[in-house]
């Protein structure tokens, strides 16, 4: 069972820049989460991806999108990047796209620094 | 506003002692609740979680308290080992309100465990 993959490990942007963000999910999950971590601070919610289409969205402005592909795997694109998108961002994938008892696995992350 | 707080951002405890970390929320709505640990360059990786008509869940070494009418949950490890040392975060759900779908993080505590 191969858990969840992110590319890249690691990059580095210029303001006003675009970046893309990829996920692979678990095998078995069809649901995909996006958090992002900025420094000292805990994940915060970004948008979840089931059956191909945003299933939920938390605070995060429109410049910030995404898709998932049919094998379930996932995007993240960020545009017009500003200092403040500086953060690790995880993926997460799951069997439902319900939260609680349906536990994420999460990937280890992408690390997006913007200049 | 911040809804899931965890108000210690560090704890240090010896070997073999209990370690006990700490979270309050504010949200009525949710009702499941989650720990997750991570050691740097990884992802989170859940560790234990309770329900909300519950008040206690263990697992081994772990063990998650609820207190609802105090809104306040805590994770107790017995007894704690060097390899226990990572940041730990409480997450929490609601399954009604519409938003199902996500988790809500606090900042975590990073723990450590002297030898």
């Known amino acids: 069972e191969t858990g969840v993959t992110q590319s890249p490990t690691h990059l580095i942007k210029t303001r006003g820049q675009q970046v893309t963000l990829r996920c692979s999910s678990q095998s078995g999950h069809n649901t995909v989460s996006w958090y992002q971590q900025a420094l000292g601070q805990g994940p915060q919610f970004i948008f979840q991806?089931?059956?191909?289409?945003?299933?939920g969205r938390g605070n995060f402005p429109p410049r910030f999108s995404g898709l998932q592909f049919p094998n379930y795997s996932s995007e993240l694109n960020v545009n017009a990047l500003e200092l403040d998108d500086s953060a690790l961002y995880l993926c997460?994938?799951?069997?439902?796209?319900?939260?609680?008892?349906?536990?994420?696995?999460f990937g280890a992350g992408s690390r997006l620094t913007v200049l | 506003d911040q809804q899931v707080k965890q108000n210690s951002p560090s704890l240090s405890v010896q070997e073999g002692r209990i370690s006990i970390l700490n979270c309050d929320y504010t949200n009525s709505m949710f009702d499941y609740f989650l720990w997750y640990k991570k050691y740097p360059a990884e992802g989170p990786t859940f560790l234990i979680s309770i329900s909300s008509i519950k008040d206690k869940n263990e697992d081994g070494r772990f063990t998650v308290f609820l207190n609802k009418s105090a809104k306040h949950l805590s994770l107790h490890i017995v007894p704690s080992q060097p390899g226990d040392s990572a940041v730990y975060f409480c997450a929490a759900s609601a399954s009604s309100g519409g938003s199902n779908y996500k988790l809500t993080f606090g900042k975590g505590t990073l723990l450590t465990v002297n030898p």
């Open positions: 991806y089931y059956r191909e289409e945003e299933n």
């Open positions: 997460a994938s799951s069997s439902s796209p319900k939260s609680g008892a349906n536990v994420l696995t």
